[in-house]
Each structure stands twice: as C-alpha cells, then as structure tokens.
C-alpha cells in the first residue's frame, strides 16, 4: 500500500547543515520519482531536485548544485534531501514530492505532494 510521509524542517543558521525526508514506499502503478520543490515567501515554486527510483539516477537545480544532496535509503523506503552551506536565501517551505518516471521540473508533473516543511536559514 502507497505510504507518503514527510519530516524535517526548523532554524538553522548560515552556514549550517539540515536533512529533510520523506518516506515513500510502494509506489502507485508508474510513479517512480520523488523530487523536492521549495518557495519562499512571496516567490514562485522551484524544482530544486529530483531521485529516479528506477535508475537512481539524481539531478539538482543549479541554486543547489554542489550543496544540496538526494538520496534514497531502500530499506527504510526513506529519501532524503541533505542540505549543506545553507544560505539566508534557501529560506522556504519545501516539499517532497511523487510523480511518474522521469525529473519534471515543473509541479505539474507530480501527483502526490507532502505539505511544506519550514526551512528558515538565520543568524
């Protein structure tokens, strides 16, 4: 049975390092993605990164790229999205999301989302 649960968020400071995660296992018929997405205040949803289930195959959104890591954990059905250098900038609620084979970098390719985990990066 399709479980989806999310996890993770709180204050960290610049510099710093946060893990959010997401457990997803048995996935519906097709779906075999999970990507995470953040919007900050005031600001359009942004693709930041994605897990191929199928493949493991990753890709990240150059505002993360060399800071931001996804990775899947199968015996816990877990993914996590390991963030790192964090920046005031990485502000945002961010959520996991589950969509059919292959990164779409656009919502609209996901059908199953968690809510927002609050992300806040300050001094």
């Known amino acids: 049975q399709f479980k989806f649960e999310w996890s993770g968020g709180g204050s960290v400071q610049p510099g710093g390092s946060m893990r959010l995660s997401c457990l997803v296992r048995?996935?519906?018929?097709?779906?075999?993605?999970v990507a995470w997405f953040r919007q900050a205040p005031g600001q359009a949803r942004e693709w930041i990164s994605c897990?191929?289930?199928?493949?493991?195959?990753?890709s990240y959104a150059d505002s993360v790229k060399g800071r931001f890591t996804v990775s899947r954990d199968n015996d816990e059905s877990m993914v996590y999205l390991q963030m790192s250098s964090l920046k005031r900038e990485d502000t945002a609620d961010y959520y996991c999301?589950?969509?059919?084979?292959?990164?779409?970098?656009?919502?609209?390719?996901?059908?199953?989302w968690g809510q927002g985990l609050q992300v806040t990066v300050s001094a």
């Open positions: 897990l191929s289930e199928s493949d493991g195959s990753t």
């Open positions: 999301a589950v969509g059919r084979k292959g990164c779409g970098v656009f919502g609209s390719s996901y059908s199953y």
């Open positions: 048995q996935f519906p018929a097709g779906y075999s993605t």
